[in-house]
């Protein structure tokens, strides 16, 4: 490959250097050695006065551009480095109302379920005691209830057997006597529902 480029270059030489030759000997001043001076000349003034004007007005003005797009890209890196900060910031910010608001509602909600814990205890331990006074109410009534019906159910009883043996009978007992029967049996029983 790089043999093949050698070979063209020298290939391409050649045939400059003929045309050279060719176009001397045809008339072209430019590659008559009688012009080459003031073609220097030109030369030397054309590139002096394009060179003064690359380096003092193009290029210049090219480099304020760069350096202006340069700072403008810092400034624009910059902005965009506060503006990051910032952002990260009210990010931070964000998330600490959050947390905080979390913490306060579980505060909130803690307080509400102690509050209603101590509403419901109060309220089972009134409910508890007017069931207590209630039961203890029933319990003396049904105490005085038993001690008035035993005695009510010693009357009946003895009535009833009163009127039993007269209709058996045909003729009338002495009640206090029935009435002392019925005593000793339901004395009786009652010893009998103690002991067991």
């Known amino acids: 490959m790089l043999k093949k480029i050698i070979i063209l270059i020298f290939v391409t030489c050649l045939?400059?250097?003929?045309?050279v030759?060719?176009?001397?000997?045809?008339?072209m001043p430019q590659l008559n050695p009688e012009f080459w001076i003031s073609q220097i000349f030109w030369?030397?003034?054309?590139?002096?006065?394009?060179?003064?004007?690359?380096?003092?007005?193009?290029l210049p003005k090219i480099s304020d551009n760069l350096e202006t797009r340069k700072s403008q890209i810092l400034e624009n890196i910059e902005t965009a480095d506060r503006?990051?900060?910032?952002?990260?910031?009210?990010?931070?910010?964000y998330e600490k109302i959050i947390l905080?608001?979390?913490v306060k509602a579980k505060n909130y909600f803690n307080?509400?379920?102690e509050k209603i814990l101590d509403?419901?205890?109060?309220?089972r331990a009134a409910l508890e005691k007017n069931l207590d006074e209630e039961i203890n109410s029933v319990e003396n009534e049904l105490s005085e209830f038993r001690n008035k019906s035993g005695d009510k159910i010693n009357k009946i009883a003895a009535e009833t057997s009163a009127e039993l043996i007269k209709e058996l009978i045909g003729e009338e007992v002495n009640n206090s006597s029935i009435a002392a029967i019925v005593?000793?049996?339901a004395k009786i029983s009652k010893e009998r529902k103690d002991v067991i």
């Open 43 to 58: 030369l030397i003034i054309t590139f002096g006065i394009l060179f003064i004007v690359l380096t003092k007005v193009i």
């Open 119 to 123: 509403d419901i205890n109060k309220k």
């Open 183 to 185: 005593e000793d049996q």
């Open 15 to 19: 045939a400059c250097f003929n045309t």
């Open 21 to 27: 030759f060719a176009a001397e000997s045809g008339g």
């Open 111 to 113: 307080e509400a379920r």
């Open 100 to 102: 905080d608001s979390k």
């Open 83 to 93: 503006q990051k900060e910032e952002s990260q910031k009210k990010i931070d910010e």
